[in-house]
């Protein structure tokens, strides 16, 4: 697969023809945005003249990405038949894996879930196990859609480590013990054959909720609250993943003060080693009659009302609550999302978030500020994933690149371009 030096070369020879004017990918734009539904409405945005519409049209109708409807709209002349995106002309695999289980789906090109699978993966079983275990599931949901099944256009995969954006290999410390460098994109586009984007779990949970619920907002700062701790940012409308894509590792930030116990990263004083749903039940154990490991077990404990439970969730809100303070007079967001496994029970870990953030962060920073709790579901992650490939394949550049590539090959050759990678 090219790298973003070779592809942004090649799609500026290509698209030369396009400069000053709008091309195909930004007529798909227009439309699946739902800004134009006619010809007339294209030309009117664009400035571009109707044979010139059309041309880009009669592309993009080639490649199976846009189609006329049988409904007739006004168009300031003749009635006209409205122009639709077709989502289904493609699908995209979305892979999140996490800990303790892996979620495997197919998504159209809205984003929508066609169906899924979920695996109890190990991690331990290294990145060529899981992986060709993951590739297993992708061919029997595709195999179960039947002959007709549109054809894939590339991959998405969440992983709960930093990840290296431009290579799609973990980088440093995670809970991904025998995966650090591992080739995961090369390892998906030799099985699969099609072009893969890697990133870690937490960023795409960021790039769901924004797009999803806090859209108008151009600065947003997601924390995910489970087994381990981690979260995300968003700048200016666009994910920041730092310079080695480590940016946002609250979770092993040091607090001082709380006894400095061991984290899992192998220093002292984390913020997951105080917070984290492996540590809350650590604290939560000795008094327990019964087994308690991680977030999930918590979350149950907490929805039974046992007061134990509650009490250490809402005191861990708190000592998360002075990390998310220092982040929010560094980064100012608009708006901080609070997730994860130790939320689904309820406010009590968003009570002590707040009150801690509002008290400790400058008062400037919190003048507008809105927190709120998660809304994403258990998809969140795979509907991440589903938005990272489609932004990418979408993107106009790329559109015009591959179609002027391969539009003699026929409908979906735009599959086969490479994704745009890099930061």
């Known amino acids: 697969?090219?790298?973003?030096?070779?592809?942004?070369?090649?799609e500026m020879s290509e698209n030369v023809r396009y400069r000053g004017e709008a091309g195909p990918g930004h007529i798909l734009g227009l439309v699946a945005s739902g800004q134009a539904q006619t010809r007339a409405a294209l030309a009117e945005l664009t400035g571009l003249s109707r044979p010139t519409v059309t041309q880009r049209l009669e592309t993009l109708f080639a490649a199976g990405l846009l189609r006329e409807s049988d409904e007739i709209l006004p168009s300031g002349g003749r009635p006209a038949r409205a122009l639709v995106f077709d989502e289904r002309s493609a699908l995209v695999l979305c892979v999140d894996v996490g800990e303790e289980r892996t979620r495997i789906a197919l998504a159209?090109?809205?984003?929508?879930?066609?169906?899924?699978?979920?695996?109890?993966?190990?991690?331990?079983?290294?990145?060529?196990g899981v992986l060709d275990r993951i590739v297993r599931s992708a061919r029997d949901l595709l195999a179960g859609l039947g002959g007709a099944a549109p054809r894939l256009a590339g991959v998405g995969v969440g992983l709960p480590a930093p990840?290296?954006?431009?290579?799609?290999?973990?980088?440093?410390?995670?809970?991904?013990?025998?995966?650090?460098?591992?080739?995961?994109?090369?390892?998906?586009?030799?099985?699969?054959?099609?072009?893969?984007?890697?990133?870690?779990?937490?960023?795409?949970?960021?790039?769901?909720?924004?797009?999803?619920?806090?859209?108008?907002?151009?600065?947003?700062?997601?924390?995910?609250?489970?087994?381990?701790?981690?979260?995300?940012?968003?700048?200016?409308?666009?994910?920041?993943?730092?310079?080695?894509?480590?940016?946002?590792?609250?979770?092993?930030?040091?607090?001082?003060g709380y006894g400095d116990p061991a984290c899992r990263c192998g220093n002292r004083g984390c913020v997951e080693a105080l917070v984290g749903g492996w540590a809350v039940a650590r604290d939560l154990a000795p008094d327990r009659d019964r087994q308690v490991h991680d977030a999930r077990d918590i979350a149950q404990m907490v929805r039974r009302g046992d007061s134990a439970a509650i009490a250490r969730v809402r005191?861990?809100?708190?000592?998360?609550?002075?990390?998310?303070?220092f982040a929010t007079s560094l980064l100012n967001p608009a708006v901080i999302v609070v997730g994860g496994m130790l939320t689904s029970a309820g406010d009590h870990l968003l009570?002590?978030?707040?009150?801690?953030?509002?008290?400790?962060?400058?008062?400037?920073?919190?003048?507008?500020?809105?927190?709120?709790?998660?809304?994403?579901?258990?998809?969140?992650?795979?509907?991440?994933?589903?938005?990272?490939v489609i932004d990418s394949i979408l993107e106009p550049s790329a559109i015009d690149a591959a179609l002027a590539r391969g539009s003699a090959e026929g409908v979906l050759s735009f599959v086969h371009a490479p994704l745009v990678d890099g930061r």
């Open 163 to 256: 990840v290296d954006f431009g290579t799609g290999r973990t980088v440093g410390w995670s809970v991904m013990a025998g995966w650090e460098g591992y080739d995961v994109r090369g390892h998906l586009v030799e099985a699969l054959g099609v072009p893969v984007l890697v990133d870690n779990d937490v960023n795409l949970l960021t790039l769901a909720e924004h797009r999803a619920y806090w859209r108008q907002e151009s600065h947003l700062f997601y924390v995910k609250a489970g087994t381990g701790i981690g979260s995300g940012i968003i700048a200016d409308h666009q994910l920041n993943r730092g310079a080695l894509g480590a940016a946002g590792d609250i979770g092993h930030a040091r607090l001082s």
């Open 108 to 128: 159209d090109l809205r984003g929508q879930l066609v169906d899924e699978d979920v695996q109890p993966f190990a991690l331990g079983e290294g990145p060529a």
């Open 315 to 325: 005191d861990a809100g708190r000592t998360l609550g002075e990390a998310i303070a």
């Open 351 to 388: 009570a002590g978030v707040r009150e801690v953030v509002y008290q400790r962060a400058l008062p400037l920073a919190t003048k507008q500020l809105t927190i709120a709790r998660s809304r994403l579901d258990h998809h969140g992650g795979v509907l991440g994933a589903a938005l990272l």
């Open 1 to 10: 697969m090219l790298n973003s030096r070779h592809l942004k070369g090649t």
